[in-house]
């Protein structure tokens, strides 16, 4: 078996016709660069990069919040972007259950879940 290299990208769903309120949050609040979709791609939707991190936003004619799947987002500086993400209104859900790390949730404009987490700092 070919060993796995990384995860290239997540993607999101949300309602069709809801890329600019995709592009204020995952690059107005997130602070993402919205990159181009190759041409071979359907024109709809919207995709964001920063670093190694790639998210795609997917229009879904019969989209409905993904409250417990979602991607987990490494971070170098959590609570950075928590103070962000609450400067912009939005909700963070602290949540120290998982080892290692400190965490927490949020939600989308869309209402889909995002986790991001930090590890613990080591000495």
């Known amino acids: 078996m070919t060993g796995f290299l990384g995860l290239h990208h997540a993607t999101f769903t949300m309602p069709v016709g809801a ?4 592009r ?7 602070g993402l660069t919205e990159i181009p979709k190759p041409a071979t791609m359907r024109p709809i ?16 004619a019969e989209f409905h919040p993904n409250r417990l799947g979602h ?16 400067a912009h209104g939005v909700a963070v859900e ?5 080892p290692g790390h400190r965490r927490f949730h949020t939600y989308d404009c869309f209402g889909n879940q995002l986790e ?6 080591t000495t």
Do not use: K
Request: charged share 25%.
């Open 24 to 30: 204020a949050f995952y690059a107005g609040v997130l």
């Open 94 to 98: 602290p949540d120290d259950r998982f």
């Open 19 to 22: 890329e600019d309120r995709a």
């Open 45 to 60: 939707g919207c995709w964001f990069r920063t670093g190694a991190l790639e998210i795609h936003g997917l229009p879904d």
């Open 71 to 86: 991607p987990a987002i490494l971070v170098e500086d959590l609570d950075a972007l928590a103070a962000r993400l609450s």
């Open 116 to 121: 991001f987490l930090q590890p613990h700092a």
